[in-house]
């Protein structure tokens, strides 16, 4: 642990935020490589005063957010780490950086399914670092659920995050394409859940570097319209889920309406549009039959 005053420190911050870059960028670099968390932030904000305790010292955290603006690199890739609800995920560039407006599927399912001490069967179709199917594996610890990415090294991720999440053991992870590692579950599923790629072509074509240049395409881009995988995972979900078992899915902010009807299409019902914080109709989800 490296000592420095306070007062160094803050004059030390507010000279690398002036170069560029969002706090909440910063925030992760000192929490992820510094040591230094958001309420210690807080408190020093507060007493300005004494000394910090840093596990690198500011040359280092210095090279890593220059690093960040000059190549535009997230900065969860370049410390290997993101935050996410109350997990902290190891990430790569072979994993989608999960969003936080994707923290709330996981509130839709506790809205669904309100006793913890359910049996759940659930299965999520595109699991990326595995922050969804952690984070209900965690909070319904007698469920049993199914983890699925067609990327090797996604699943890779996904499985150590589980690992250092937990001591559980009911979470599985499996390859394939969408349901095709789920053949053997047909009928079994209380809730499925997907994420899937959906974005259009040409906006894909027109995303920030820093998404285009670094993210996986595999992870966002959806084909033509943005709507080929959730097509496909809405066409054969009624094979696998219970009978009034839910299907929940993230979508791209002006697809709601067009999931609705493809839901209804396929017999769903109890279907509803939900908004995200920005009031976007993010997910939608539906009951089979
Ligand atoms: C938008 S990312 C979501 C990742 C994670 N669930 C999240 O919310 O952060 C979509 C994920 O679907 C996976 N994927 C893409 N095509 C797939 C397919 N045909 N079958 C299964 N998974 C697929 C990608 O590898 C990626 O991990």
């Known amino acids: 642990m490296l000592c420095i005053t306070v007062e160094d420190f803050l004059f030390w911050k507010k000279k690398q935020l002036s170069k560029g870059g969002d706090q909440q960028s910063f925030a992760v670099l000192l929490d992820c490589i510094g040591g230094i968390s958001t309420s210690d932030l807080t ?102 659920g199914i983890a699925t990415d067609i990327d090797r090294d996604a699943l890779e991720i996904a499985t150590k995050n589980f690992i250092n999440s937990s001591r559980q053991s009911n979470l599985k992870f499996y390859r394939g394409n969408w349901w095709s590692p789920l053949q053997g579950f047909k009928g079994k599923l209380d809730l499925a859940i997907s994420n899937p790629p959906y974005i259009p072509r040409d906006t894909y074509e027109k995303l920030p570097k820093e998404v285009k240049k670094f993210e996986p395409k595999v992870a966002l881009l959806g084909g033509e319209d943005g709507l080929k995988h959730i097509r496909e995972i809405i066409q054969k979900a009624p094979l696998f889920l219970k009978e009034n078992g839910w299907l929940i899915l993230e979508n791209h902010f002006d697809q709601s309406e067009k999931v609705k009807q493809l839901l209804i299409n396929n017999q769903f019902t109890s279907i509803e549009i939900l908004k995200d914080l920005s009031g976007i109709g993010r997910f939608t989800i539906g009951r089979y039959k």
Do not use: M
């Not at 890739?77 to 072979?94: A, E, H, M, P, Q």
């Not at 994707?102 to 913890?116: H, W, Y």
């Open 43 to 144: 408190i020093i904000s507060i007493n300005p005063r004494g000394n910090l305790y840093l596990k690198k010292n500011l040359e280092f955290l210095e090279s890593v957010w220059d690093d960040h603006l000059l190549k535009s690199c997230p900065i969860q890739y370049l410390c290997g780490i993101t935050f996410w609800r109350d997990l902290k995920l190891k990430v790569t560039n072979k994993v989608l950086i999960p969003r936080p407006e994707t923290e709330l599927i996981v509130d839709i399912v506790f809205s669904k399914f309100q006793k913890k001490s359910e049996k759940l069967f659930f299965a999520e179709l595109g699991t990326g670092s595995g922050a969804i199917s952690i984070a209900l594996a965690l909070a319904y610890p007698l469920s049993q």
